[in-house]
Structures are given as structure tokens and as C-alpha cells.
């Protein structure tokens, strides 16, 4: 089988960890495993940590309309539009995904009214994954969070989406400890490898292919797509 070519795809690694630049931070460690098949594979990747940045709370694309002294989300979000593929690393904090971590997908979410060329949302034709580190359960219940958060806004989710490591319950090795054995984990280094894979692939196939049929799935359009004048409901009314 004829190895693929992934270039011309762009990639946005986002680390919701708690910690600001430059400690280190579990989540990074793993998303690196992630980056570096991207990059071995042509794709043009670009790495923040969210916590880095004053992002404001609220659901509109510049908050300083409303109040805040400074928002640096409407330039991140410049790099989300660019970016063709998303992946979102959260630590599990309290069995969830981080406070950050949240705080990007309700601002990811409060661009969704955006359209595409196509009038579609913004987010269509972008594939999105995430991968979690953690030394408490709750691996799966992020993975679900971010991904629905992901799918329910535009973005398209391949199989096997998301990939995680966690450590003893309660107080102990992290992800990049040694003696935590995070890094030679095999379950966690194969499934991040399928993701990273599942992400590139989608992505080519959305790009080559100009993302989704603009039809049946345009906000200012959906009544066009919509067939609900089925004979049998016909007939059933007037029954």
C-alpha cells in the first residue's frame, strides 16, 4: 500500500493544561507523541497552550465589546479557520476535562453562527480529536465531552478520535514520569497513533473532495433539503 501524502493539511494542537509556559505540562508530553507523526507525514502543525493567552469569558468573538479590558481569542481563532484538522489536549481534573479546556470549546462554540463559502458552518470540512492525561479516572468522560462539544458545533470526528494515559488513582506519576511508565504505555501510544492517522486521513478526504455537499445542511437554507411531504403523512392527516 502506497504511503499518503498529507501535505498542504494544516494542524492546531491546543493544551488546555493549568499551567503557563514554560512548565511542563503532562498533556503537552502526549500531544508531542501526536505532533511528530504530523510533521514526519508533511503536515504544517501549530502548538499553543490556551492558558498562555488572556482569553475572555463570554459567547461572542470579541468580549471587549462587552466589558472586558482585553480578549485574545479573536486571533486564535484566526489559527482555528486556518487550521484543517484540531486536536484538543486536556488534563482530567476532578473526573473532566480542565476549567480551561471548557472555556475553549464555549468559545469554539460561540463562533459556530459563522459561515463557510458554501454557507455552511464555519467548522464543516474540519476534523477534530483530543487526547487526555490524567492520574484519576476520567479519561473516557473527557474524550466524550470534548468530542461531542467538537461534533455538535461542525467538525467531523474519525474513528477512534481520542487517546489517553492515566496513572494510580489519587496522588502519584505523571504522564512524563518515569515511574509512571506513561511513555512506553503501549494501549495509549497505539490508540494516539490510530487518532493522528484517522485525523490526517479525514482531513485529506474532506480537502480533496471540498469538504461537505453544501445541501440539506446550510442554516439559511435547510427548508430546501427537508422532505417532510411524504405521501403517507398525507394520508395519515386526513385519517
Known amino acids: 500500500m502506497e504511503k499518503p501524502d498529507f501535505s498542504g493539511l494544516k494542524a492546531l494542537y491546543m493544551n488546555c493544561t493549568l499551567k503557563k509556559s514554560p512548565r511542563k505540562s503532562n498533556t503537552e508530553g502526549l500531544l508531542r507523541k501526536s505532533i511528530y507523526i504530523m510533521e514526519e507525514n508533511n503536515v504544517d502543525v501549530d502548538y499553543l497552550r490556551f492558558v498562555d493567552y488572556d482569553v475572555a469569558f463570554g459567547m461572542a468573538k470579541d468580549m471587549t465589546e462587552y466589558g472586558w479590558e482585553k480578549d485574545d481569542w479573536p486571533s486564535l481563532f484566526e489559527k482555528v479557520k486556518e487550521a484543517d484538522i484540531l486536536v484538543v489536549g486536556t488534563p482530567i481534573w476532578e473526573g473532566d476535562r480542565s476549567s480551561v479546556c471548557k472555556l475553549l470549546t464555549e468559545r469554539l462554540d460561540a463562533m459556530s453562527g459563522e459561515m463557510n463559502e458554501k454557507g455552511q458552518t464555519i467548522y464543516y470540512g474540519k476534523t477534530g480529536g483530543c487526547l487526555i492525561t490524567g492520574n484519576e479516572d476520567g479519561y473516557q468522560q473527557c474524550a466524550r465531552n470534548v468530542l461531542f462539544s467538537l461534533e455538535r458545533i461542525g467538525f467531523s470526528i474519525p474513528p477512534q478520535a481520542a487517546a489517553g494515559w492515566v496513572g494510580d488513582a489519587g496522588p502519584g506519576a505523571s504522564y512524563l514520569d518515569e515511574e509512571g511508565g506513561g511513555q512506553q504505555n503501549e494501549f ?49 392527516e386526513q385519517e
Do not use: I, S, V
Open 188 to 236: 495509549t501510544q497505539r490508540n494516539t497513533t490510530f487518532m493522528t492517522w484517522n485525523l490526517m486521513h479525514l482531513a485529506k478526504m474532506l480537502k480533496q473532495n471540498g469538504g461537505f455537499p453544501a445541501y440539506g445542511n446550510q442554516p439559511e437554507k435547510w427548508k430546501e433539503g427537508a422532505r417532510y411531504d411524504y405521501p403517507a403523512l398525507r394520508q395519515a
